[in-house]
């Protein structure tokens, strides 16, 4: 098999979940490893009869667990290979593929694991329809891969470490204490065929921010979940809970914007720029990251003919789409907010130096004079009759008047507005009578 001779050594530990349940009931299984799952998944292959949704989540990407559940849920090969490569666009119509990014928010001091897949680098959002798994009825292919079909997994990795590191020293240079962390999120949703209202979500490290709230809420009887057991109120739910772990990290950004504010009005120093360009650059990294959920979130709702989600799924997903364009435009607010911090630090550094040479520009053109006059007394000319005949009292008195006459010319603005103001106030005094103000007399007014 070309996938398995492609894909076989992208292998990693996983643990596997299979929920199945209803309005009345539910059972959450416990987790399997790569070692137990195909004999699970052959004891498991009928659903109970009570159950209307079945679940299997899959915590981390390795081949032979993808293998197993392609080869028992029938998945597309194109499916396959879009959880291991960019995916591409690919329209059927008995399931629908989602890929999309988890953001969450973690802190320094968790480690930082590196899979050791090739679909380590986050890619873009995909929505795909299916139609029949043997007839694609369109298929797009985006001519911007990463890589070839010969490409290394290991330079992959090597690729992603080399990142990892850059984005280790960009925190320690802006001594955070927490990360945002991005992982891969696929989600599989049959809709027809013996294995309808199943859904499989990949998660490329761990998926325990997104499911454990999910599996409260499933146990839960009066739980929007188990009222309305339905795969796209699931899928919703997924989505919901991977925008919402988009807000912290929003809000965080927001405290260290607002922060730089305060101490950039307080004392501007140039060294901030350096903290301001880092952050801009992770705003704008975010943005490029979740704009595209934004817009899977807005095609899931649209009222498309090839489009399967339910109305009342579409319902809820406004929610969901509401809570990731407030995030969205929260970060393009903060991104400008940064360029105009940016701005700000060199406009107040350009007028103090503009200031500084203000200053150095009336004393040098003050004392060039003094300085001319201390040239010309100092020189042996002989006779000098400035030198013989009078004392040194006339360096003095050049000196002043030298003094006084382009103090008066380089000041003359300022002494016209200071006079023009003590005029005013001169008139202004005159008109209150001394200090007590006259009031004008009352007119009357007849026809």
């Given at each position: 098999?070309?996938?398995?001779?492609?894909?076989?050594?992208?292998?990693?530990?996983?643990?596997?979940?299979?929920t199945d349940y209803c309005s009345t009931s539910h059972m959450i299984r416990p987790a399997h490893t790569n070692a137990t799952l195909s004999d699970c998944v052959l004891k498991l292959r009928r659903r109970p009869t009570w159950a209307k949704v079945r679940w299997i989540n899959v915590n981390g990407i390795?081949?032979?667990?993808?293998?197993?559940?392609?080869?028992?849920?029938?998945?597309?090969?194109?499916?396959?290979?879009?959880?291991?490569?960019?995916?591409?666009?690919?329209?059927?119509?008995?399931?629908?593929?989602?890929?999309?990014?988890?953001?969450?928010?973690?802190?320094?001091?968790?480690?930082?694991?590196?899979?050791?897949?090739?679909?380590?680098?986050?890619?873009?959002?995909?929505?795909?329809?299916?139609?029949?798994?043997?007839?694609?009825?369109?298929?797009?292919?985006?001519?911007?891969?990463?890589?070839?079909?010969?490409?290394?997994?290991?330079?992959?990795?090597?690729?992603?470490?080399?990142?990892?590191?850059?984005?280790?020293?960009?925190?320690?240079?802006?001594?955070?204490?927490?990360?945002?962390?991005?992982?891969?999120?696929?989600?599989?949703?049959?809709?027809?065929?013996?294995?309808?209202?199943?859904?499989?979500?990949?998660?490329?490290?761990?998926?325990?921010?997104?499911?454990?709230?999910?599996?409260?809420?499933?146990?839960?009887?009066?739980?929007?979940?188990?009222?309305?057991?339905?795969?796209?109120?699931?899928?919703?739910?997924?989505?919901?809970?991977?925008?919402?772990?988009?807000?912290?990290?929003?809000?965080?950004?927001?405290?260290?914007?607002?922060?730089?504010?305060?101490?950039?009005?307080?004392?501007?120093?140039?060294?901030?720029?350096?903290?301001?360009?880092?952050?801009?650059?992770?705003?704008?990294?975010?943005?490029?990251?979740?704009?595209?959920?934004?817009?899977?979130?807005?095609?899931?709702?649209?009222?498309?003919v090839l489009n399967p989600i339910s109305p009342r799924a579409r319902t809820y997903l406004g929610d969901v789409y509401d809570h990731i364009t407030t995030t969205v435009e929260d970060l393009e607010i903060m991104s400008s907010i940064t360029d105009n911090l940016v701005n700000l630090v060199f406009n107040?550094?350009?007028?103090?130096?503009?200031?500084?040479?203000?200053?150095?520009?009336?004393?040098?053109?003050?004392?060039?004079?003094?300085?001319?006059?201390?040239?010309?007394?100092?020189?042996?000319?002989?006779?000098?009759?400035?030198?013989?005949?009078?004392t040194d009292a006339l360096f003095w008195y050049l000196c002043l008047g030298c003094l006084i006459v382009l103090t008066s010319i380089f000041c003359y603005p300022y002494i016209l507005n200071y006079a023009g103001v003590l005029h005013r106030k001169w008139k202004q005094w005159q008109g209150y009578g001394?200090?007590?103000?006259?009031?004008?007399?009352?007119?009357?007014?007849?026809?």
């Amino acid at each position: 098999m070309k996938l398995e001779r492609k894909y076989s050594n992208v292998q990693c530990p996983c643990n596997v979940v299979i929920t199945d349940y209803c309005s009345t009931s539910h059972m959450i299984r416990p987790a399997h490893t790569n070692a137990t799952l195909s004999d699970c998944v052959l004891k498991l292959r009928r659903r109970p009869t009570w159950a209307k949704v079945r679940w299997i989540n899959v915590n981390g990407i390795s081949w032979d667990v993808v293998k197993c559940l392609a080869e028992e849920y029938e998945i597309h090969p194109l499916v396959v290979e879009d959880i291991f490569h960019i995916p591409q666009l690919d329209y059927y119509n008995d399931a629908l593929f989602i890929s999309l990014v988890l953001h969450t928010l973690k802190d320094t001091s968790e480690p930082h694991k590196v899979p050791n897949a090739a679909s380590a680098m986050p890619s873009p959002i995909k929505i795909s329809h299916y139609q029949d798994h043997h007839k694609p009825l369109t298929r797009h292919r985006s001519s911007q891969r990463l890589g070839s079909e010969d490409e290394d997994i290991q330079a992959e990795v090597a690729k992603l470490w080399r990142r990892r590191n850059t984005n280790q020293r960009i925190r320690e240079m802006r001594n955070e204490k927490s990360y945002v962390s991005l992982q891969q999120v696929y989600l599989h949703m049959i809709t027809q065929g013996p294995h309808a209202d199943t859904i499989i979500t990949f998660f490329q490290n761990s998926g325990e921010p997104v499911t454990t709230p999910l599996y409260n809420r499933i146990r839960q009887s009066y739980s929007l979940l188990r009222t309305l057991p339905d795969i796209y109120m699931l899928m919703q739910a997924v989505l919901d809970t991977i925008v919402d772990h988009a807000i912290p990290i929003a809000d965080r950004y927001r405290s260290d914007v607002q922060e730089m504010e305060g101490k950039i009005l307080i004392n501007a120093k140039m060294k901030y720029t350096t903290d301001l360009h880092l952050l801009n650059g992770e705003l704008t990294l975010l943005k490029r990251t979740l704009a595209p959920i934004q817009s899977l979130v807005n095609t899931l709702r649209s009222h498309n003919v090839l489009n399967p989600i339910s109305p009342r799924a579409r319902t809820y997903l406004g929610d969901v789409y509401d809570h990731i364009t407030t995030t969205v435009e929260d970060l393009e607010i903060m991104s400008s907010i940064t360029d105009n911090l940016v701005n700000l630090v060199f406009n107040i550094t350009s007028y103090e130096t503009n200031e500084h040479m203000k200053t150095l520009a009336i004393v040098t053109v003050i004392f060039l004079p003094m300085t001319w006059l201390t040239g010309v007394f100092g020189m042996n000319f002989h006779p000098f009759w400035l030198l013989e005949n009078n004392t040194d009292a006339l360096f003095w008195y050049l000196c002043l008047g030298c003094l006084i006459v382009l103090t008066s010319i380089f000041c003359y603005p300022y002494i016209l507005n200071y006079a023009g103001v003590l005029h005013r106030k001169w008139k202004q005094w005159q008109g209150y009578g001394g200090g007590v103000m006259k009031r004008s007399p009352r007119r009357s007014w007849t026809r």
